[in-house]
């Protein structure tokens, strides 16, 4: 429970019976539950008001990945058709040369 052990949730009921006396105490755990509760709540409907939204951006993110990826293999593709006849024409040469 929120990371504390049997020993410190003791120590803190102590004090908070040596504060708030055994008439409000009742009252005062009441309080502190509800408390609670009402974070929990804002915190869960937080959660389900974002998810869907962090969902979609990591889908647009993963489609622009996707895009950049082939931009890149269309990239390469055009550079070695580029270079191909230039290769050729040297091979060609070379070939010449030694002849």
């Given at each position: 429970m929120f990371g504390l052990g049997a020993g410190?949730?003791?120590?803190i009921l102590v004090i908070a019976f040596l504060l708030f006396g055994p008439k409000q105490l009742p009252e005062v755990v009441r309080q502190v539950g509800k408390a609670v509760k009402g974070v929990k709540d804002t915190a869960e409907d937080l959660r389900k008001?974002?998810?869907?939204?962090?969902?979609?951006?990591?889908?647009?993110?993963?489609?622009?990945?996707?895009?950049?990826?082939?931009?890149?293999?269309?990239?390469?593709?055009?550079i070695n058709a580029a270079t191909k006849p230039a290769e050729q024409q040297a091979d060609s040469k070379g070939s010449a040369n030694q002849a």
């Open positions: 410190e949730i003791l120590i008001s974002v998810e869907p939204e962090l969902n979609m951006i990591q889908q647009e993110v993963k489609m622009v990945e996707q895009d950049f990826q082939a931009s890149i293999k269309d990239a390469e593709e055009q």
